[in-house]
């Protein structure tokens, strides 16, 4: 096996993805655009999409890190539109650019061209979180959002067996259809509720932080695997498995989130940079295999799907969102009410990314009798051009219109407040609980030591409010920036006197590594006391 490519592949994405984040177009179109731009350099190799490794090697871990930094509370907040969008909008695309493919492609099945409809319908779950977090949309808008393009995928593949089925020959129905559809979902929730108490009791009873971390690697696969096994959605058990770990995820010793954020920063880094440089490499291997549709016609038909894409999501989004307030009295109680700018941005923000190449990519070769599975090829270039359409255009159009439509951000001022109250409350808890516990002989520490105590309580008290201090007048730092300067230089000195100890063979590397750790969590303690 020639591990070359591979490892081309994850270090020129990973230099690309680093080098977006000094420009101010987002990452992700740079790294599809570098695809684009590799796959004709002579020598490169050949990187097609295998939906046999994407879907249960990629798809899951990604899945599961978009997961665990939701907000369960916030989802089940927003549930309304997001089952509105994941199910309703994934099966309405579906039927809309099928019938429109028909249409307008002489010659293509209403079978085939449906499933060409379910594999472009769900916006990509790496794609929106990477967008959303680079613009800064609102909350809510950003909840949406995250919340639809976890769940969506399941949508769209149960939509995409049950076409293929019919496309290929296999005897299927609506009522059929929607018995999958039903059978995949309940199955994938069910089989998530069964995993997930089990898997967090077990990382809260795993002593060491490594066998911890092991596992949370191996959670997003098993519950895949699991799911699939029965045939039931893997995504939605990797995504209920997930929400329940991170809303849960205090429970968990403190070393091992320590160490597992920074695992699965680095886990989601390397897989979402390799994910869109893979989008931008499929594109000789989309043109070989054309065939018949090449020329001005499979261009047209290019531009048409991809509009139909775009409009189709308008037509859905803006129904859903105020159709139901007009309905119910209930809703307009409970819920905020929404703007034309917010249904805009949700409309827009419809990005596809490499599920839906995964899919594609998966259709039959051939279908019962033998014969080639129709219109295969174009649906594979038509997948492909949507995609990086809505990469491109969407993508790069997004932050300017957010700032043309004037979207209200986060209020930085109000959520520091918040923050600064709760860490009030939290000390004061903590203040009161030393004063039970020094009051037992069996706690009795000496008074520097209890002092230390309450200092350290009173520093984490009073960093938040000093961050809404007047920054100093000769630096221009806050307050913030200059105790965390400050203890950096105070730590590098340490350190320097170690390494030198070391070299003078006063102390050995063991206890230099011992040293330097306890600097490294020192430095890191400074860091999130002020941030």
């Known amino acids: 096996m020639n591990v070359m490519p591979l490892l081309l592949l994850v270090a020129g994405s990973a230099a690309v993805a680093a080098a977006g984040r000094r420009t101010p177009v987002p990452a992700p179109l740079l790294l599809v655009a570098a695809g684009l731009a590799v796959s004709y350099i002579p020598g490169v190799p050949d990187y097609t999409l295998d ?34 969008l994941s199910v309703g909008y994934v099966l309405f695309a579906t039927v809309a650019v099928g019938w429109a493919a028909y249409l307008l ?23 929106a979180t990477a967008i959303a977090r680079r613009v800064g949309l609102p909350s809510r808008i950003t909840t949406i959002l995250q919340g639809e393009s976890l769940v969506n995928d399941a949508t769209a593949i149960t939509a995409y067996r049950v076409a ?15 018995g999958e559809f039903l059978i995949a979902a309940v199955g994938g929730i069910g089989i998530g509720l ?3 108490v089990p898997i967090h009791w077990l990382r809260t009873h795993l002593k060491e932080a490594l066998l911890q971390n092991t596992l949370s690697l191996l959670i997003p696969f098993v519950a895949y695997g699991v799911a699939e096994q029965v045939h039931a959605s893997g995504v939605l058990a990797v995504v209920v498995v997930a929400l329940y770990l991170g809303h ?14 920074a695992v699965w920063k680095m886990v989601a880094f390397v897989l979402e940079s390799s994910v869109f440089a893979l989008i931008g490499l499929q594109l000789p291997v989309v043109l070989r295999g054309l065939g018949e549709y090449e020329g001005a016609d499979a261009a047209w038909y290019a531009v048409a799907v991809f509009l139909v894409v775009v409009v189709t999501r308008f037509v859905w989004v803006y129904p859903a969102t105020f159709l139901p307030r007009l309905l119910s009295a209930r809703i307009r109680k409970r819920e905020d009410n929404p703007t034309w700018k917010g249904a805009f941005i949700i409309s827009w923000a419809g990005m596809r990314g490499v599920v839906s190449l995964a899919i594609a990519f998966s259709i039959p070769q051939t279908i019962h009798g033998g014969e080639d599975f129709p219109g295969r090829n174009l649906i594979l270039f038509l997948t492909f051009t949507t995609v990086i359409g809505t990469l491109v255009v969407q993508g790069l159009t997004l932050p300017p219109l957010i700032g043309l439509l004037r979207l209200p951000g986060r209020d930085a001022q109000a959520e520091t407040l918040a ?28 008074e520097p030591l209890a002092d230390r105590l309450r200092s350290v309580l009173e520093r984490r008290r009073n960093a938040v409010w000093e961050r809404l201090g007047q920054p100093n007048p000769i630096t221009g730092e806050t307050a913030d920036d200059t105790y965390r300067r400050l203890a950096r230089e105070m730590i590098g000195a340490e350190r320097e006197v170690f390494v030198k100890l070391r070299d003078l063979r006063y102390i050995d590397d063991e206890m230099l590594r011992t040293l330097l750790r306890r600097l490294d969590l020192e430095e890191a303690a400074a860091y999130r006391e002020t941030t």
Do not use: C, K
């Open 105 to 127: 492609v002489p010659g293509l099945p209403l079978t085939a061209a449906l499933v060409l409809g379910a594999v472009v319908a769900p916006p990509d779950a790496v794609a």
């Open 248 to 261: 849960r995820a205090w429970e968990v010793d403190f070393a091992t989130r320590l160490q597992e954020d």
């Open 51 to 84: 939906p046999h490794v994407v879907l249960p090697l990629l798809l899951p871990p990604l899945l599961h890190t978009a997961a665990t930094d939701s907000s369960y509370l916030d989802l089940r907040a927003q549930l309304r539109p997001v089952a509105l």
């Open 164 to 178: 293929v089925a019919a496309a290929v020959g296999e005897a299927t129905s609506w009522a059929g259809g929607i």
């Open 419 to 446: 923050e600064a109250n709760a860490q009030a409350q939290a000390s004061r808890a903590a203040e009161q609980r030393l004063d039970e516990l020094l009051t037992d002989e069996r706690n009795a520490l000496p």
């Open 194 to 196: 069964v995993l997930m």
